[in-house]
């Protein structure tokens, strides 16, 4: 039943924003005014017919206007041009339009100077109408245009920095899984199981602009119950979640990054023990990711690895995106441990 309202609606937004009927609605309406504020006759299809003749010369100007006059001169920036041309359009049709009336109802209540006069200001003004009109248009045409594409730009990107994401951690979680299983560790069917959750929800989940909050935390846990079983004894994990978590909406994989880079570049260097300490507060308006991890006191420098990597680079980028001017990022970095503390703004 909604699925035939809304065809309903459709079918009758695109039959009222057609052209030509559109412009039928807006020149019976013009015509049922002037027929309550025009002339009196002594019949009502006398007063039709004065009117409709009327309304054609009146309708012969604002199309020269719409069609010739502003697409070849005011678009242009021609304005001289198209002011001069404007005026003497109405000049014309001035007479012609009085003429036609005379000849055919012997309409002349007035002197024919003062008749012009009062038929030239009318004709200006709703031909200057006109313009206004395709002007005001022709503006929310082109935001229109420029807001899809934006909105198509916006998501073109989104989907290629998510494609970046997904397949670094995958690469990073496989290495991992490769390595226990060459020491046949028994962890190895476990870790598959954890991958294979958290590969549904990238796969199958995280094709949306926003997702349940609490699917992303079930990710987090996930993730990081991998990395214990990585890890073992020596890495201390901490996971604490402030709040109501539930079908909050937010965007998929933003925290995943910060996690990739407490393990890799923080906890994978350290041949001791060493810490992250995660905190996800929840309320009504915001969502707060804090983490942060031990690390040496200086990092073994590898030539062939890039500086940063792609993973911050692509985060802070999906934040401008997804939200503008409604998220805080704060990243410290000492010489012992690395924090970063992100809020989001819920919608």
Partial sequence: ???????IIKQLYTFFTNRIVSHSIIWLFVLIISLFIGQPSSSFIEALAIQITSLLF????VYFNLYYLIPNFLTKNKFLTY????????????PLRALALFLLFDILDTPWPQMLFLSFISIFLIASVSTVVKIINDWLKHTRERQELQRQTMQSELRFLKSQVNPHF???????????TLKKDDRAPEIVIKLSEMMRYMLYECNEKRVPLKKEVSYIRNYLDLER???GKKVEINFEVSGLV?????APLMFTPFLENSFKHGLNHHLTQGFVNIQLSVDEQNVQFFIENSKAPALPKDPNRRSGGIGLVNVRRRLELL?????DLDIDNNPNTYAVNLLLELE
């Fill in 323 to 327: 939200y503008p001017e409604h998220y």
């Fill in 170 to 180: 995958l690469f990073n979680t496989l290495n991992n899984l490769y390595a226990l």
């Fill in 58 to 61: 009146i309708a012969g100007i």
């Fill in 1 to 7: 039943m909604a699925i035939n309202r809304q065809h």
């Fill in 229 to 231: 079983l990585r890890q």
């Fill in 83 to 94: 002011s001069a041309l404007f005026v003497l359009a109405c000049i014309i049709i001035t």
């Fill in 246 to 250: 539930g079908e909050q909406q937010v």
